[in-house]
């Protein structure tokens, strides 16, 4: 019994703040990011406010291209950028920069998605009452897209939790680099499936909070 508390006090408990920490970090710092790759994409589109090709396209391109990029191999490609940023390129805060890195795109795209979901006609309704360009991507756009972005943001959210678990195995900490380290690779069966519960359970928790908020938005 005193090894299971050890166990949970010293090793889980920590690793489940760590991945926390990292998920929340980085959710935000991607949101942001996301949403104003994604503003400029709509704004950008052929159908958008200001229609232009080139920067459409080419945000577009390097959007996708980041996308197209696997985690692990991002994470690993970006070590010195990763460095210079928060000085190191383990831990936790390490783990932030290319965990937002490779959200970020993601989120773009569900948010533009989320945002061309709006009517056309309550922004040709705005324009007609001469509504100015910001007007209508924050009173119009954003504001009727709310629900459908808030449950976007729960699936990006799942899936950076996923990414931190991957994360783990280049030296973020977390459950992830629980769950390998002494878990898989010492071959103790408690501790592996110990992170995968905790894993399951946050993603529910996770669910549950982004459903509930949609229902209430919408």
Do not use: C, H
Request: glycine share 8%; no cysteine; proline share 4%.
């Amino acid at each position: 019994m005193n090894d299971i508390i050890t166990l949970l006090t010293k090793i889980i408990l920590p690793s489940l703040w760590d991945t926390l920490y990292m998920i929340m970090i980085s959710a935000i710092l991607s949101t942001i990011f996301g949403f104003v790759l994604a503003i400029i994409l709509v704004v950008t589109d052929e159908k958008g406010l200001k229609p232009n090709k080139i920067v459409y396209r080419l945000l577009g391109s390097i959007i996708n291209i980041l996308r197209s990029v696997p985690f692990i191999i991002l994470a690993v490609a970006i070590i010195p950028f990763t460095r210079g940023i928060v000085g190191t390129s383990i831990g936790e805060k390490a783990a932030i920069v290319p965990l937002t890195i490779a959200a970020s795109p993601f989120i773009a795209r569900l948010i533009e998605s989320s945002l061309k979901e709006v009517n056309p006609s309550l922004v040709e309704a705005a324009k007609s009452f001469g509504a100015s360009n910001s007007q209508i991507i924050f009173r119009v756009l954003i504001k009727e897209a709310v629900p459908s972005i808030i449950s976007n943001l729960t699936l990006a959210i799942i899936s950076i939790l996923g990414l931190t678990a991957m994360a783990g195995a280049i030296g973020a900490g977390g459950l992830g680099a629980v769950g390998l380290t002494y878990g898989y690779q010492s071959f103790n069966k408690t501790i592996m499936y110990s992170t995968v519960i905790l894993l399951i359970i946050v993603v529910q928790i996770v669910q549950f909070i982004g459903n509930f908020t949609y229902k209430k938005l919408k």
